[in-house]
């Protein structure tokens, strides 16, 4: 394809979904892109507008690959659509027929998500990038969290009835929050398989990419990986998002039962008896009263498992909560979005600091690695939900 031109491309969208925006402009509040630029093609509205104009002439050209690559893919315009339109998926299949007609996905990004199939690979490139980390030669505008240069490894219990799903970049750059999260599903009695290397990446930032064919064949690896038909815990909002929508990904009975066994490890800990203090406390206790967390909602928490509330329910014994104004407002990390549009992705995590300014707190929940990473590059005292009630049980909080 050439980038000066237009091409032919078939979006395969439903037609029934292209006519479902009646362009009321509800969503333009919620969509973080909207926002930073008040501009009609950086809404919803607009690149629906523009999915109806390529599907009915068969051609695209760099204008609509900008827009639609511009996407945060939160899906806050989804949860906030009077009309029901399926943004997401929309999203997705235009990707995918940009993968396959206009190669879509420069090389460098395609190597990143190549590395992040094969846990080994991960785990040997985060080590030189630990390294590199450590020499301070990596780019600033890229963020990321100081990475360990050894991997925390988790203990598996063969008689576990329930699966922890570490995912990939978590496994890799975030054992001590996976432990942490561990300890807490294990409080309440029970034994869990951790899924290791045995599975691969739940394939979430391949999907948001429109490398379709690739996300399939993690999904089936991962199926694989999980038998049985215990519940699949994910501590992760976006793998957990992405672990659900298998059933709708591959189309078979086989994948949507899967699915129906996944669950936010939150939603799962809900009306479970999770101990107040666990293992041996400090011999001086920090002073009385209880810390105020502020809670961020990671969108693949809120607008796509709608399982936000578990969060506040599994917090809410422990600490004081302050809720953020911003109606669930994208912080601006996106999966792979922060790396590809740096600039745009802190300018929309400004928005989302002021909002958690407003709320106040002492520390920040959020339960996506992805937040985490993003929010604590801005400044923000963020932690996983679940280290926060781990820290609390053991007294140091
Ligand atoms: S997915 Fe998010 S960034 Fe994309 S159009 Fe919807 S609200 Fe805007
Ligand atoms: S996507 Fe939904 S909320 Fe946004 S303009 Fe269309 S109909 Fe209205």
Known sequence: MSRGGSFPIDLG??????????????????CPTYRITQEEIASPRGRLMLMAEVAESGRADPVFI???????????????CPSGVPYGHMLETTRAALVESAGYQPWWRRIGYRILEHPRLLRASSRILALVQRTRLVPSRFALPPIPLRRTRLESSPRGTVWFFTG?????????????????????????????DAAPCCGALHV?????????????????????????????AG???????????????????????????????????????????PAEPPPRGRPVVAVQDPCHLRHVQHAHQAVRTVLEPFFELAELDDAGLCCGAGGAYSAAHPSEAAEIRELKLAAIDRAGGDLVASANPGCMIHLRAGGAPALHPLELVDRAQRGLL
Not at 174 to 192: D, H, I, N, P, Y
Not at 215 to 224: G, K, P, S, Y
């Open 168 to 196: 990939c970049v978590m496994d890799a750059w975030m054992g001590e929050t996976l432990a942490a999260a561990k300890r807490v599903v294990e409080s309440t009695g029970v034994e869990v398989r951790v899924s290791g």
């Open 13 to 30: 969208l439903d037609p029934e979904d292209l006519v479902s925006c009646v362009h009321c402009g509800l969503c333009l509040p919620h």
């Open 208 to 236: 948001h990419a429109g490398l379709e064919a690739e996300a399939r064949d993690l999904a089936r690896e991962v199926m694989a990986a999980l038998d049985g038909d215990g519940p699949v815990l994910v501590p992760s």
């Open 66 to 80: 900008d827009a639609i690559d511009a996407c945060v893919g939160c899906r806050g315009c989804e949860a906030a």
């Open 239 to 281: 793998c957990g998002a992405q672990l659900k929508e298998y059933g709708h990904l591959l189309g078979t009975s086989e994948a949507r039962a899967f699915s129906a066994r996944v669950l936010d490890v939150h939603e799962w800990l809900v009306g479970r008896d999770i101990p107040l203090r666990v293992g041996p406390q």
